[in-house]
């Protein structure tokens, strides 16, 4: 099984960002905590940070031939991106939005999600097991669906 996991605009900069959002996580103890869970539950992990919009599309595109599902966290593009919603919806592969914060208990521009209504499932506000949370039901859901 192989899981492309996209991570969008400033997650780069984690650890340096908003502790009271973020902590002192980084972006390489994120990785590294999906890279050991990918191991336990024996799938292929392919992981690409951007912060640019057209690098998510065309990762969604060209990596759906590859990849049996996705796990993305677009960022502060969720909220507005339309253009990453229609890919996700075009490519026929399922999709877990995560968030290492809770978008609904933040500013108002960031309570809503325009990808949300295509993803299979969305899983917020719980740092780093956010990630492992939506791979783990990720993984379930492609076994359930093999059958």
């Given at each position: 099984?192989?899981i492309?996991?996209i991570?969008?605009?400033?997650?780069?900069?984690?650890?340096?960002?908003?502790?009271?959002?973020?902590?002192t996580?980084?972006?390489?103890?994120?990785?590294?905590?999906?890279r050991?869970?990918?191991?336990?539950?024996?799938?292929?992990?392919?992981?690409?940070?951007?912060?640019?919009?057209?690098?998510?599309?065309?990762?969604?595109?060209?990596?759906?031939?590859w990849?049996?599902?996705?796990?993305?966290?677009?960022?502060?593009?969720?909220?507005?991106?339309?253009?990453?919603?229609?890919?996700?919806?075009a490519?026929?592969?399922?999709?877990v939005?995560v968030?290492?914060?809770?978008?609904?208990?933040?500013e108002?521009?960031?309570?809503?999600?325009?990808?949300?209504?295509?993803?299979?499932?969305?899983?917020?506000?719980?740092?780093?097991?956010?990630y492992?949370?939506?791979?783990?039901?990720?993984?379930?859901?492609l076994?359930?669906?093999?059958?």
């Amino acid at each position: 099984m192989r899981i492309m996991i996209i991570h969008g605009p400033n997650l780069n900069l984690l650890g340096r960002r908003d502790a009271t959002q973020y902590g002192t996580l980084t972006l390489d103890k994120v990785n590294r905590a999906i890279r050991k869970q990918a191991r336990e539950l024996q799938v292929e992990a392919r992981i690409l940070q951007t912060n640019h919009e057209g690098t998510i599309i065309d990762t969604l595109h060209r990596r759906r031939k590859w990849a049996d599902g996705f796990l993305v966290n677009p960022g502060a593009l969720t909220h507005y991106s339309y253009a990453i919603r229609d890919a996700i919806d075009a490519i026929g592969k399922p999709v877990v939005e995560v968030h290492l914060s809770n978008i609904y208990e933040r500013e108002d521009f960031r309570r809503i999600s325009v990808i949300e209504p295509v993803c299979l499932h969305q899983v917020v506000g719980k740092k780093v097991e956010s990630y492992l949370e939506g791979l783990a039901f990720l993984v379930q859901y492609l076994q359930q669906n093999e059958r």
